[in-house]
């Protein structure tokens, strides 16, 4: 989660961690960038204007790197102009989330949308179960786990 609105990052990061997700936020682009190369996210979910590195520089930047090249980049934008759509896409979002219009119920459901679409990619896939392993493990009957998933991949 980076994004320098500390209000909005921090209803976002409450809201996606209820969902089951496990949230490292960073002030900025290049907080994120140094985050992402230690932590390796299996999505980044970031603002575009942020003082000392802005969201799309951060994409570029990660695009640069073998290691951080394939992590799925979600755009939130206060302003949704259609430029900053066009280069999201071009810079290979997969999804541009317009802050004020989109509810933070339906951004849950947009990120359980991308994990369930990407197919192949386990970690991204289970992020939400990787969560409820390492802190749930014994409160989670394995089957209604296992029923869930067999569910979402239909």
Request: hydrophobic residues 45%; proline residues 5%.
């Amino acid at each position: 989660m980076v994004d320098d609105d500390v209000p909005t990052r921090e209803m976002y990061a409450e809201v996606l961690s209820k969902a089951g997700y496990e949230i490292i936020q960073a002030n900025d682009g290049l907080e994120g960038l140094d985050l992402a190369t230690k932590d390796m996210p299996d999505l980044i979910f970031t603002g575009i204007v942020m003082p000392r590195m802005d969201g799309f520089t951060l994409m570029e930047t990660l695009k640069k790197t073998v290691m951080t090249a394939n992590i799925p980049v979600v755009i939130s934008s206060h302003m949704g102009r259609e430029e900053d759509q066009q280069r999201a896409n071009v810079l290979g979002a997969k999804d541009f989330i317009m802050r004020d219009v989109t509810p933070p119920k339906q951004v849950v459901e947009r990120i359980n949308a991308l994990f369930i679409r990407s197919g192949g990619n386990i970690n991204l896939i289970l992020t939400p179960m990787r969560w409820m392993r390492r802190n749930c493990l014994g409160t989670w009957d394995l089957t209604v786990i296992t029923n869930v998933w067999n569910a979402v991949k239909k």
